[in-house]
């Protein structure tokens, strides 16, 4: 594995974003250490639109990508969402077609 998508949407725990980047960048150093040819682990974040996302508690966070730019990964994460997430899955909708996707490619998903 090498690139990483880090979904971005209303309503995240920011706990389920902060530290899987945190754990995939430590991995993806180790592996580096143990084996130095190795490309190192991209890690990208992505979201719907370029506005900024309010996170469960309060924390705003904008994405470095749409994910209409993102044709490519090796592995979705999808972050937790904090009580009924049926809010979130409408004003996402989009967000399914694209997963869809990228399951029908081989990119593995992780929520």
Do not use: F
């Not at 969402?81 to 996707?101: E, F, I």
Request: with cysteine; net charge positive; proline share 5%.
């Amino acid at each position: 594995m090498q690139h990483v998508t880090i979904l971005i949407y209303p309503q995240a725990l920011a706990s389920s974003i902060g530290l899987a980047t945190e754990m995939l960048n430590a991995a993806g150093e180790l592996q580096r250490s143990l084996a130095r040819h190795t490309a190192p682990l991209q890690i990208t974040t992505a979201q719907l639109t370029r506005e900024n996302a309010t996170l469960c508690g309060g924390l705003t966070i904008n994405a470095r990508r749409l994910i209409a730019k993102i044709k490519q990964t090796d592995l979705v994460i999808l972050p937790a969402l904090w009580r009924n997430p049926q809010t979130v899955l409408k004003q996402q909708a989009q967000l399914l077609p694209w997963l869809q996707h990228m399951a029908d490619n081989g990119v593995r998903l992780a929520a």
